[in-house]
């Protein structure tokens, strides 16, 4: 069973920077996408920063581009976001996705994935 773990949300004010973990396991497939797909009160959900695990095939979405890092860390199964310079249009929950893959061409659609974390909060405040 795949199971995601968010961890490192907060509050931090605007020009500040956050990095979210993503804690991974369970993958029964050799090749898996994982996503940072946030969602704000009244909006859609956004996929901000995609990879196909093993490759070097970061994606991001216009919005996030230039201001996040996403990096995986096999030794520890982990997928994490920097993200600097953060603006207050940041804020939103932050959720980390998961799919079997076969390349990154889906990994910025948020329909693609099956298997999400429970979220953890970015609060920027201006």
């Known amino acids: 069973q795949v199971q995601l773990v968010e961890s490192g949300g907060g509050s931090v004010q605007a020009g500040g920077s956050l990095r979210l973990s993503c804690a991974y396991s369970g993958f029964t497939l050799p090749s898996n996408c994982v996503a940072w797909v946030r969602q704000a009160p009244g909006k859609e959900r956004e996929v901000v920063a995609g990879i196909h695990l093993g490759t070097p095939s970061p994606r991001y979405s216009d919005s996030l581009k230039g201001r996040a890092t996403i990096s995986q860390d096999a030794t520890k199964n982990t997928v994490s976001l920097q993200m600097n310079n953060l603006e207050p249009e940041d804020t939103a929950m932050y959720y980390c996705?998961?799919?079997?893959?076969?390349?990154?061409?889906?990994?910025?659609?948020?329909?693609?994935?099956?298997?999400w974390g429970q979220g953890t909060q970015v609060t920027v405040s201006s």
């Open positions: 996705a998961a799919a079997a893959c076969t390349g990154p061409t889906a990994v910025m659609v948020a329909a693609f994935y099956i298997y």
